[in-house]
C-alpha cells in the first residue's frame, strides 16, 4: 500500500499535507502509509479511490506494475493468483476444466492473474519461480491444437469420444511436466464458446485470439513440474486495489469484446466450423 500511495502522490506533485488534506486525513495519517507503519481504513481507501478518479490516475496500472518481479538468470518469474492461498506444498488440484486440464497455473504476467481473483473476499497473490531444468515441457503455439485442447478440457468434444481427434488431445498432455501455451480468460471464452457452438469458424477464432492476446500461461502437470516452483512473495490484495482491479477488469471485456465483433463480422465467410473439423472435413 506504500508503494501505492507515494505513485499517487508523485503523479499529482503534492507534498504530504496537500495529499492528506484533499482526500480529508491527516499528514501523520499518510507519513504512516508512506512508510508502511499502518494502511488505510476501508473509508480512506475510498477516498484514494475518489482520489485517483479525479486526478485521472489509472490506479490498475501502478497496481499491476507494483507486482511485477525481474527475471533471474536462470529462474522465470511468473504469477499466481489464489482464491484462499497456498496451503502446504504446491500441487497439480486445479479443476479439471481449466484451459489446459487438472494443474498448478500461473501467467507471465500480474494483470490476468490479479483479474482473476479480485471477485474473491480474501485472495493471495503470489509472484512464483520456476526452474525448468530436467523437466519435460510442451509450448503449445496459439493455433487450432491450442482451441482443440480447450475444447477438450471444456468438454466440448464429447460427442465424439471414439474418434481418432477425441484421443489425440486427450493424450497430447501425456509426459509432460509442464505445458506452456496462452491464457484464455472470460474475455475469450466467449470467443471459444461461439466456435465450439458453430457462431464462428476457425479463421476468426483464431484472428480473435490474436488480436485479444493475454499473454501466457505455465501450468505444472505433474508434482515433479510443481516441486520446480518457488514461492518468492505472497501478498494480500486490498480492498482498494480489488476495486480497482474489478473496474479495469470490466474496461477490458467491453474492449475485447468491440474488437473480436469486427474481427467476427470481417472473416466470418473464411475458414472451417467446429462441427466441420470434427467431421474431418
Not at 64 to 85: F, N, P
Not at 145 to 155: E, I, K, L, Q, S
Not at 224 to 238: L, N, P, Q, R
Request: charged fraction near 30%; hydrophobic fraction near 35%; glycine fraction near 8%.
Amino acid at each position: 500500500m506504500k508503494y501505492l500511495i507515494k505513485k499517487m502522490r508523485e503523479f499529482t506533485n503534492m507534498s504530504q499535507e496537500q495529499f492528506a488534506k484533499e482526500i480529508g486525513t491527516t499528514v501523520v495519517s499518510v507519513n504512516r502509509w508512506e512508510n508502511g507503519k499502518s494502511i488505510p481504513n476501508p473509508m480512506a481507501q475510498n477516498q484514494l479511490n475518489l482520489f485517483c478518479n479525479n486526478h485521472n490516475i489509472d490506479i490498475a496500472e501502478v497496481i499491476v506494475e507494483k507486482y511485477r518481479y525481474e527475471h533471474g538468470d536462470d529462474m522465470l518469474i511468473l504469477y499466481h493468483g489464489s482464491k484462499e492461498g497456498l496451503k502446504g506444498k504446491i500441487q497439480p488440484k486445479s479443476r479439471e476444466d481449466c484451459d489446459f486440464g487438472i494443474g498448478f497455473y500461473t501467467g507471465t504476467d500480474t494483470i490476468q492473474p490479479l483479474t482473476l481473483v479480485c471477485g474473491e473476499p480474501n485472495p493471495k497473490f503470489y509472484a512464483v519461480g520456476l526452474i525448468l531444468d530436467g523437466l519435460k515441457v510442451l509450448d503449445l503455439e496459439l493455433g487450432l491444437d491450442w482451441a482443440m485442447v480447450v475444447a477438450y478440457h471444456r468438454g466440448y468434444m464429447d460427442t465424439v469420444k471414439d474418434s481418432e481427434l477425441y484421443e489425440k488431445y486427450a493424450h497430447l498432455f501425456d509426459d509432460y511436466d509442464i505445458v506452456i501455451g496462452h491464457i484464455a480468460d472470460d474475455r475469450l471464452y466467449t470467443e471459444l464458446t461461439r466456435f465450439f457452438n458453430g457462431d464462428i469458424t476457425d479463421t476468426a477464432l483464431m484472428k480473435c485470439l490474436v488480436a485479444l492476446d493475454l499473454g501466457k500461461q505455465y501450468v505444472a502437470k505433474t508434482q515433479k513440474g510443481c516441486d520446480a516452483f518457488s514461492v518468492i512473495s505472497e501478498s494480500d490484495i486490498y480492498q482498494m486495489e480489488l476495486t480497482a482491479l474489478q473496474e479495469k477488469a470490466t474496461v477490458r471485456r467491453k474492449e475485447s469484446y468491440d474488437i473480436a465483433n469486427q474481427i467476427e463480422k470481417r472473416y466470418r465467410r473464411e475458414g472451417k466450423y467446429f462441427d466441420e473439423i470434427l467431421r474431418g472435413e
